[in-house]
């Protein structure tokens, strides 16, 4: 079990450390270290629990469960809180907030709590591994099963439209797509380096991969331009993959007219194709 902690009090932090790393509780997959809450921090760290504080500066505690709960709704929340009032602790509970855990910390209770969550994860996976064994025997597959096969068609077929499913980028590209489709992030809210540690154990590698993919998407679409200017491909994306103006200069890069060609832009094309699969029918 993977525990994120989102608390502004580094002794705060450390207390619980000792306890799940003592207790054997999980493993601790990153903490805010005392600073405001980050909730796309918090995501690339795919924890399966965060406990969070109630009190927090810039954003609260309920705050942030809620923002997080909109991304990913499968982890657990637990508040570090010594509120008692009735209409905040409703309130958390609302937001999202699965269990609370009191301030000052106690072992026993932390401990217990953790412990019922681990339960509840495991419980709940047991259920939906049944779940997946049952549908295969009747020969259907889950809904979103067949969400994410739907979306991952169509990202391929625009991609083999522009004549790159051949590129070794090109798997790197499904792969940032499904993970910001999945986890519902924003492509503007991460930066390249980002994306590809959230998905690849070697980012620079795979940032490689995808601008030299992206180049050849690009060299296709600029000769399809040159070709015929109203070709049904060229006229769809080489203005929402690409900036247009860098279009325009990789073809005059093909006929000789420039000696270098256009430029790349990761988040441009990841974002554009990402609107354009929304768009596929």
Do not use: W
């Amino acid at each position: 079990m993977r525990i994120y902690i989102v608390e502004d009090d580094i002794s705060v932090i450390h207390i619980l450390e000792d306890i799940v790393e003592s207790g054997d509780l999980g493993e601790i997959c990153g903490d805010c270290g005392g600073e405001p809450a980050d909730v796309h921090e918090v995501l690339r760290a795919r924890p399966d629990v965060v406990l969070v504080d109630f009190f927090m500066p810039v954003m609260d505690g309920v705050e942030f469960v809620r923002e997080l709960r909109s991304f990913n709704a499968t982890i657990k929340c637990i508040m570090i809180s010594q509120v008692s009032a009735k209409e905040l602790i409703s309130k958390a509970y609302t937001a999202g907030v699965d269990f609370f855990i009191s301030k000052p910390i106690n072992l026993i209770e932390v401990t217990s709590v953790l412990k019922n969550v681990a339960k509840q994860i495991q419980n709940e996976r047991t259920l939906d591994n049944i779940r997946h064994m049952f549908m295969n025997e009747i020969g259907q597959k889950p809904q979103n099963s067949r969400e994410s096969s739907s979306y991952s068609k169509k990202l391929r077929y625009i991609l083999n439209r522009i004549g790159m499913s051949g590129e070794k980028g090109c798997s790197d590209i499904l792969k940032i797509c499904d993970y910001l489709h999945r986890e519902r992030i924003p492509v503007s809210q991460m930066s390249v380096a980002q994306l590809c540690e959230a998905v690849s154990d070697s980012p620079k590698n795979m940032e490689q991969r995808v601008r030299r993919a992206i180049a050849a998407g690009m060299a296709n679409v600029a000769h399809m331009g040159i070709e015929d200017f109203m070709n049904e491909t060229f006229t769809a994306y080489s203005s929402t993959l690409f900036s247009f103006e860098e279009i325009r200069t990789e073809m005059d890069y093909i006929r000789g007219k420039r000696t270098d060609g256009g430029k790349v832009s990761i988040k441009k094309f990841i974002d554009g194709l990402m609107l354009e699969a929304d768009r596929e029918i």
